[in-house]
């Protein structure tokens, strides 16, 4: 369907830069929550390794690893401090959260900055000397952002590090930008301010557009656009915003409880709530874990030179099929998606061949892993969309450079 484009990129080039003005004239948010509510309490600092932003942390280092929580503020503002009652609360929970922007400055940011605060805190975790050595639990990223910052998120969220997604208010502007949808492959959560939140359109047309199987939440809270960040440690946006951080980088499942199941504690609130492909732990209900397979299956990694894969009879390829269509296409480059569908039989993987003719690379893949950029390459299953029954299908994605012109063949 077509994006509600115009008023709602205004407002989020101009609703935080108002407020970034008021800072900058030594206004505070009201009633500043000094510290958060968590066990550490936090503040702010800057680095000249990391200019133009603004780095939230526990006042005192945990002895427990900082997972990373990089942030876009609403507006793209570059006034690191426009969100800083919310990251404060995070921090003091026992996160590194990083927002786009100096204190108090002035302009805006972009997408890039999200992914310079990954590789500086990684940088820093492994420096000797810096505070942060071998105190940053660099395998648990979150990228997230409000309103505009929301779409930064979208734009850095297919970083093979970034462990689960937020967007708070915000969704993509144009159904040009849904290949950002479809190269999603890590767990995505929806923080909206209800239907009189502007973005509210736009996130639940992402919303349907999610890939199969992508474990994702979506809250809203009627509360409109500007959200509670503002409020003492960032209010009920705040709360729910540390507990969604603690489930999927800390593990806690008492906090993962609030997400998931039709009595998650959120549930039972002020929130409505929608819920895909969610459990506490393990993969998602759509994705049970691998049995032990039959005897004469041989492992995948180790198969006999002379016996082919189950899902592929000698004789012609009847496992699954692959459907190839080119969903975008611009001068010099385009995006394509291909469907998988399961045969007769049902399938506990699948694996696609790729043929690009010369000039022709590819990119990125969502949904999928490949095993080149270019030639013949593989495309194999991720781990939550292998498993197909009979009949059924699946799908993934990618973007490459050239023509668009690809022979697809599946096994």
Same mark, same amino acid.
């Not at 969604?244 to 409880?257: E, F, M, P």
């Not at 998650?264 to 819920?275: A, E, F, P």
């Given at each position: 369907m077509p994006r509600r484009s115009k008023l709602y990129a205004g407002l989020t080039a101009a609703l935080v830069p108002a407020a970034a003005v008021l800072l900058a004239l030594g206004a505070t948010p009201a009633d500043a929550a000094v510290g958060g509510s968590g066990p550490y309490p936090a503040d702010y600092e800057t680095s000249t390794s990391l200019p133009h932003h603004t780095i939230f942390r526990p006042q005192t280092l945990p002895t427990e690893r900082l997972p990373i929580f990089v942030w876009g503020n609403g507006g793209c503002s570059a006034n690191g401090l426009s969100q800083g009652n919310f990251?404060?609360?995070?921090?003091?929970?026992?996160?590194?959260?990083i927002a786009n922007g100096g204190p108090n400055a002035s302009g805006s940011t972009n997408s890039q900055m999200l992914t310079q605060s990954i590789d500086w805190a990684v940088a820093e975790n492994s420096r000797q000397g810096s505070k942060y050595y071998h105190r940053i639990d660099t395998g648990k990223v979150a990228v997230a952002g409000f309103s505009c910052g929301g779409l930064e998120a979208y734009a850095v969220s297919n970083d093979p590090r970034v462990t689960t997604t937020g967007i708070?208010?915000?969704?993509?502007?144009? $159904?040009? $930008?849904?290949?950002?949808?479809r190269r999603l492959t890590k767990p995505i959560a929806y923080f909206v301010g209800g239907p009189s939140d502007i973005a509210y359109p736009n996130a639940i047309d992402d919303w349907g557009k999610l890939p199969a199987g992508l474990p994702a939440f979506m809250g809203n809270l009627n509360v409109g656009h500007g959200g509670t960040y503002d409020q003492p440690n960032g209010g009920?946006? *705040?709360r729910v915003a540390v507990l969604?951080?603690?489930?999927?980088?800390?593990? $806690?499942?008492?906090?993962?409880?609030n997400f998931v199941g039709a009595n998650?504690?959120?549930?039972?609130?002020?929130?409505?709530?929608?819920?895909k492909n969610l459990t506490l732990d393990g993969p998602s209900p759509t994705t049970p874990p691998p049995t032990t397979p039959p005897p004469t299956t041989p492992p995948p990694t180790t198969p006999p030179p002379t016996t082919p894969p189950p899902t592929t009879?000698?004789? *012609?390829?009847?496992?699954?099929t692959a459907g190839y269509a080119v969903q975008d296409q611009w001068n010099g480059g385009f995006v394509a998606n291909v469907s998988v569908t399961a045969g007769t039989s049902a399938l506990t993987g699948w694996r696609v061949t790729l043929t690009l003719p010369g000039g022709t690379s590819v990119s990125s893949v969502w949904n999928g892993v490949a095993s080149g950029t270019s030639g013949t390459i593989t495309v194999t299953n991720q781990s939550y969309n292998g498993r197909l029954g009979a009949g059924q299908s699946t799908s993934f994605g990618f973007q490459g450079t050239g023509s668009g012109t690809v022979t697809c063949t599946a096994s």
């Open positions: 990251l404060r609360e995070i921090a003091s929970h026992g996160f590194l959260a708070f208010s915000s969704g993509l502007l144009n $159904d040009a $930008d849904d290949y950002q949808l009920e946006f *705040g969604y951080l603690k489930w999927r980088l800390k593990g $806690d499942t008492t906090a993962g409880s998650c504690g959120l549930c039972r609130s002020q929130w409505t709530v929608q819920q009879p000698p004789g *012609g390829n009847t496992g699954c």
